[in-house]
């Protein structure tokens, strides 16, 4: 069993910054890819960055130059600078872990972090 804990939403001027965390806990053999969705009202669920064992990471051309993407261990962060009011949203982690050598790679989210900025 896999768990993923998202924290660091919050309420933001339009302008500043916010740095989200995702840890995940439980029976884990490694994590491929690591990543960032998010969803708002009405509109369906988007990447916003990924990152691989590798390093490599992939952005949304609306975050690139403002969101980085990193990792470490089990956690995947996201910081997020000169933030815009379309920026709010459902904040979702995602990881794509194996338990075991010889299992399986599986899908894992995390429960969503709101991000609110005021303009």
């Known amino acids: 069993q896999v768990q993923l804990v998202e924290s660091g939403g919050g309420l933001v001027q339009a302008g500043g910054s916010l740095r989200l965390s995702c840890e995940a806990s439980?029976?884990?053999?490694?994590?491929?890819?690591m990543g960032w969705y998010r969803q708002a009202p009405g509109k369906q669920r988007d990447l916003v960055a990924a990152?691989?064992?590798?390093?490599n990471t992939n952005y949304a051309d609306s975050v690139k130059g403002r969101f980085t993407i990193s990792r470490a261990k089990n956690t995947v962060y996201l910081q997020m600078n000169s933030l815009k009011p379309e920026d709010a949203a459902l904040y979702y982690c995602y990881m794509s872990i194996r338990t075991g050598w010889s299992q399986p790679v599986y899908d894992n989210w995390g429960q969503g972090t709101q991000v609110t900025v005021s303009s």
């Open positions: 439980g029976s884990i053999f490694s994590i491929n890819v």
């Open positions: 990152i691989t064992s590798a390093g």
